[in-house]
């Protein structure tokens, strides 16, 4: 008995050493796999010694004797911050999701397989110009050179253990088709808006969808609807699972003149709105080569900056928002499924076969990734088989050599060469804004943006014949543009871009103009702007919206002692929508129930399914400019008005805050309940691996504000969209420039650089955007020589 005890507890001992060891060990395993950012390393590859310079934020700054090496050294410091959000990337584009996470991601696989991102990506390669080729080419060895030095994988390898192939081209290609894609997916809309018509009718889903006519047709029928909830699916866990897309994705970017500067020479901004996530979406670096010296945002994967500035210009980008996807309703012969009508004549659909393998399995999934001539038919992802409904989308033709235009801006010296690159964009369609040293200003809306036979592609339509055809793109010349304007600054927040009387259609849908006004308002406000006004205009988080609405609900009679109590907050507030602001939660909670009250008697059960949107137009003329027929509930036999109506929703709001933060209404707080958060993926969705790698903020604002900070009328009251980057850049002194973007440089999660900038950037705090490789040296947190092996 006695020596069964003494092996027992040996036994417990060797049990207590091995759970005290193994996560140290692990620790260590994992720690080893941070990068290297200090000594030499030499790497196949290169064809001269390069120096990458990291300052206090992890931020590299590139110096190399060529710009083919300066752009393999990116590749290689991408690679060594952002391997697995790169893998995630590619496979995403590629449709390869179900190999690593198995199949939960089965129908994603297919849906972005008949897309056929990855295949267009392959395809734009020979219209790309030889330098764009060379540039790929060296970003992919880059990353491959970080690949072959067989250091530890990143802890989501480790984890779901697999490792990364070699980087390819096309890897770099597909996620610029799929930030395409983030920025520029409307089928989604098109879908919605059909799905509002079908359950309204034609004149109310014309006031509900502003500058829908009302005896417009519906060329979707309704036995079409259930294959539409599919792809709505599909396209929801593209937005919440990866990010992709969302009806609160936006930007803000203005450019003012030297005129209305303290220092007499032009000043720009940019903040892009997109899904949080962590890693953040950009990657910080200045990258010096002989003809290539640019600093700014880049993305990883991509081998250019995508928003900063070189010697002589700077710009920045928001979404312009045109409608260039188009759902076209297919005719199948029905004696023969491989056949669809075209004119009058069956012709035949076009067929990829696609292997796809789920992890787990041992037999891979066979699909037949189908097209017309208008595209991928994406109805084949639902379990409908009705009418066939095929996708135009211009970023899925070969000739698309929007990266030729990115790096054609990188190397820009003025207007006419900044405009001559852009003549190369294919999409997405962004709003540029540009500013030089010698003082001018301007603004480009380049794009392949479709003139049509007929319609304007915010419904489905028929595609057997020629009707809706696209027939050509809008002319470069007749885009959208302007060079120094006399006002002497230009602001663009995804709002209307042209007047009347501009003889194209662009789109229907733009963004509410309440951050551009408020913009215009705070830019005019002072003569000697400089930036430091940039920076608190970037901050800014009162809301043009809520003025609006706010005498409204202000002269809502009470009924209760708890709503007369809300008043009072609300009338000593200025409309900002601060963290610490009580009067701010009772005005968010209440906009948020005003859907509820004034649609949910019209949609019953659909509500939630088609009001995802913030629709402050509509509500402000259902509640200020209209007989109140909105505010009627038709179910009850009395007629409500709109007082009544407001009221209810003020009722409902307070209700829903008493039971988030009690019934002590001085003690609320709009950051109480409205946090950023930034998911990481995909193990934000695996409970024990969340709080190791997913990270929140408290934050103000909301989807109206210059500081953005959203939230889905479906989910209240976290945000998942936000200000993803900023940056001022003052073209009097490019020393003087500033950026910042969300969380860090690294995406490893043990990395000091994991979430180091989180803070800064929920405060609108900036870090130097340095430009003189002296300041790079005096704040260097390390030096890393890359030399050829």
């Known amino acids: 008995m006695r020596r069964i005890g003494r092996i027992l507890s040996i036994v417990l001992v060797v049990l207590l050493v091995l759970i005290l060891i193994t996560p140290l060990a692990g620790w260590l395993y994992l720690r080893r796999s941070l990068p290297q950012t200090s000594g030499a390393v030499r790497l196949t590859g290169l064809g001269g010694p ?94 491959n050179a970080f690949l072959t030095e067989r250091r530890p994988l990143p802890p989501e390898f480790v984890i779901l253990g697999f490792k990364p192939e070699p980087w390819r081209p096309a890897d770099s290609l597909v996620w610029a088709k799929m930030m395409s894609w983030n920025l520029g997916e409307t089928y989604g809309e098109d879908l919605l808006e059909a799905q509002v018509i079908a359950a309204l009718g034609p004149e109310r889903a014309g006031q509900l969808l502003p500058a829908y006519p009302a005896n417009a047709p519906v060329i979707l029928p309704k036995d079409a609807l259930a294959g539409a909830d599919e792809l709505l699916e599909i396209r929801q866990n593209l937005q919440e699972q990866f990010g992709l897309g969302g009806e609160h994705v936006g930007s803000n970017n203005w450019v003012v003149a030297g005129t209305r500067t303290a220092s007499g020479k032009p000043l720009l901004a940019n903040d892009p709105h997109l899904g949080a996530q962590i890693p953040s979406i950009w990657y910080l670096a200045g990258i010096h080569g002989d003809r290539l010296n640019a600093v700014g945002s880049t993305l990883p994967g991509l081998p250019a ?37 075209v004119n009058g004549k069956w012709v035949d659909v076009q067929v990829v076969a ?35 409904l095929a996708l135009r989308w211009p970023a899925l033709d070969p000739d698309d050599t929007t990266m030729t235009a990115f790096l054609g801006v990188n190397y820009a010296t003025n207007w006419n060469d900044f405009t001559a690159a852009l003549r190369f964009y294919v999409g997405p369609s962004q709003n540029f804004v540009f500013a030089d040293t010698a003082g001018n200003i301007g603004y480009y809306g380049p794009g ?51 007047p009347d009387n501009y003889p194209y259609f662009i789109s229907k849908r733009w963004a509410p103009p309440y951050r551009s006004q408020r913009i215009t308002e705070l830019l005019t406000a002072k003569t000697s702007l400089t930036p430091d006004d940039f920076g608190r205009i970037q901050a800014d988080q009162r809301s043009a919206q809520a003025q609006e609405l706010l005498p409204f609900l202000l002269s809502v009679q009470t009924k209760t002692p708890e709503q007369t109590r809300a008043l009072t907050l609300l009338r000593a507030w200025d409309g900002t929508i601060a963290p610490e602001s009580a009067a701010a939660a009772i005005y968010e909670a209440w906009y948020a129930q005003l859907t509820n009250a004034l649609l949910s008697d019209d949609l019953g059960s659909d509500l939630d399914k088609l009001t995802t949107r913030q629709n402050p ?48 209404m001085a003690k609320w707080q709009w950051g109480k309940i409205h946090a950023m958060q930034f998911p990481h993926n995909p193990f934000s969705q695996v409970a024990p691996l969340k709080q190791l790698f997913h990270r929140s903020v ?41 950026f910042m973007h969300t969380t860090g440089q690294s995406g490893h999660f043990l990395s000091p650089h994991y979430a180091d900038l989180l803070e800064h950037w929920r405060k609108v705090e900036y870090t130097p955007m340095y430009w003189e490789r002296a300041q790079v040296a005096a704040n260097a947190e390390g030096t890393l020589t890359l030399a050829p092996r």
Request: charged residues 25%.
């Open 50 to 143: 390069v120096e990458v310079i990291r300052d206090r934020a992890g931020i590299p700054y590139i110096y190399a004797q060529s710009d083919r090496d300066a752009i393999f050294a990116l590749g290689y410091v991408h690679a060594q911050d952002r391997l697995w959000q790169m893998e995630m990337q590619r496979r995403i584009g590629a449709g390869r999701l179900s190999e690593v996470l198995g199949e939960s991601t089965v129908k994603t696989d297919q849906f972005l397989r008949t897309l056929g991102v990855y295949r267009a990506a392959e395809a734009s390669w020979p219209y790309l110009s030889p330098e764009v080729q060379v540039a790929l080419q060296a970003y992919a060895d880059g990353v």
């Open 354 to 388: 696609e292997e796809i393998k789920v992890k787990g399995k041992k037999e891979p999934i066979h699909w037949a990734a189908r097209a017309t001539r208008h595209g991928p038919l994406i109805s084949d992802v639902t379990s409908y088989r009705g009418q066939a």
């Open 617 to 664: 137009i509509f509500l402000a003329r259902a509640l200020l400019g209209s007989d109140g027929a909105w505010c009627d509930d038709v179910l009850t036999p009395d007629r409500e008005n709109c007082q009544a109506t407001a009221r209810k929703a003020l009722d409902d709001a307070l209700k829903d805050l008493k039971k988030r933060m009690g019934g002590d």
């Open 305 to 341: 900056v995508v928003i900063g500035h070189n010697a002589q210009i700077a710009w920045g980008v928001t979404n312009l928002g045109p409608d260039v996807q188009d759902v076209f309703v297919e005719r199948i012969n029905p004696t023969n499924p491989s056949q669809y009508e």
């Open 698 to 738: 408290v934050v103000g604002g909301d989807g109206f504000t210059v500081s953005p900070a959203p939230f889905k009328l479906t989910a209240p009251y976290d945000a998942q969209h936000l200000p993803s980057y900023r940056e001022i850049i003052d073209l009097a002194d490019l020393n003087n420039s500033r």
């Open 448 to 498: 392949r943006i479709p003139i049509r036979a007929k319609g304007d592609g915010s419904l489905p339509a028929p595609g057997w014949n020629d009707d809706y055809a696209w027939t050509r793109w809008i002319p470069f010349e007749q885009l959208p543009h302007a060079y120094n304007p006399k006002d002497g600054y230009i602001v663009t927040a995804n709002n209307r871009v042209t």
